[in-house]
């Protein structure tokens, strides 16, 4: 595997934990993409390389591009407001991803309805 890709996930790891002022583990990281810690642990490491769709989660989470993770590029500036803020919302953007319509809408009508009673 690329080492840059492992040392790329190490570091957006430590700068997320800097930026949320607390630690960042593994396992948190790997909750939130939907692998285990070990497997998390091996790209970190350089011993394996990640797949498509959880390149992607991790690009996700981290809120940069795939390209960035894949090949160092710079990613492209966003707008604030369609950037996960912090872990909670990329694990729920995550998780929202997992869906399928049913379950979308299922979620939204709970939402609403928790909503309105504050």
Do not use: C
């Amino acid at each position: 595997m690329n080492p840059s890709i492992a040392s790329r996930l190490t570091a957006l790891r430590r700068a997320l934990a800097e930026k949320l002022g607390r630690k960042v583990s593994a396992q948190e990281v790997a909750d939130a993409v939907g692998i285990s810690r070990s497997t998390l642990s091996g790209y970190e490491r350089g011993h394996d390389r990640p797949g498509r769709e959880t390149l992607l989660a991790l690009a996700t989470y981290y809120s940069v591009s795939v390209d960035y993770l894949a090949s160092g590029e710079m990613p492209a500036v966003q707008h604030p407001d369609n950037v996960a803020q912090n872990g909670e919302e990329a694990l729920l953007l995550a998780l929202w991803r997992r869906m399928d319509e049913d379950q979308r809408r299922s979620w939204l009508g709970l939402l609403r309805a928790r909503s309105e009673s504050f």
